[in-house]
């Protein structure tokens, strides 16, 4: 259906559903590490804690209509909620970009449930079990959609495959060194990406993402000098995931 559009009616309804989809996102990851739930109560100003009514909601909108600062007490709002709307409506971009039909649109969901994971790994190293169940599930019953030509079994030894993969380096490391290498969420998320492409695409997606965090231990280490910093590599695995799922098919 989504392929009988207009281009620029696609690039609109996927773009607008990003942001939507963001400001959830921005709200999710927000909430959730503090013990809140999305659906406690309306959306609230962090300093003079007034409740924010629809129109100060509207993903980006709001933001730039408002330059950045709460309407009521003028203090500035973080700026992470704008990043993530902006990412979201990105995916949706780069999936009909990239992509056409309902080939698309099964990207877009599979960025779009990604999208959380990378984030929290980043802002709190967390990889959620629920989330990681729901990107699973999803790739059980969208990932036929998006990569067709892997069958049932390559993707059951995908799921299969990544979680062992990563999860026999992290105990092999653990024994070695007496120390986490890895968190225990990484083994999960990669085999959940690999229900979704199958265990032919996760040996490009490792090493993709095993690049990021390379140049990320880089700039870190020039920026602060410091060797141990801890790395969201679950995130730099989703981000590798979206990038060799749109280059490979496009």
Known sequence: MLGALPFWYQTMLVMIFGLIWGSFIAA???????????????????????????????????????CGKCRYCGQSIAISALYIEVASAAIGLFAVM??????????????????????????????????VLVLALAGVFIGPFLVPDVNWPDRILGGIFG???????????????????MGGGDPKLFGAIGLWIGWQGLPMTLLLATLIGFICI???????????????FGAYMGMAAFAIVLLALA
């Open 163 to 181: 979680f062992l993969a990563l999860e026999v380096i992290r105990q092999a490391f653990r024994k070695l060194r007496q120390v986490e290498g």
């Open 98 to 131: 990239f992509l056409s039909g309902g080939q698309a649109v099964a990207a877009a969901v599979f960025g779009w449930l990604l999208l959380p994971l990378i984030i929290l790994d980043f802002q709190q190293l967390w990889l959620p079990n629920r989330l």
């Open 28 to 66: 999710l990851c927000s909430r959730w590490p503090r013990g809140e739930r999305v659906s406690d109560g309306r959306s609230h100003c962090d300093h003079c804690q007034t409740t924010l009514r629809v129109k100060d909601l509207v993903p980006l909108v709001s933001y730039l209509w408002l």
């Open 218 to 232: 880089a700039v870190a280490f020039a920026l602060s000098k410091k060797s141990d910093t801890q790395l969201p």
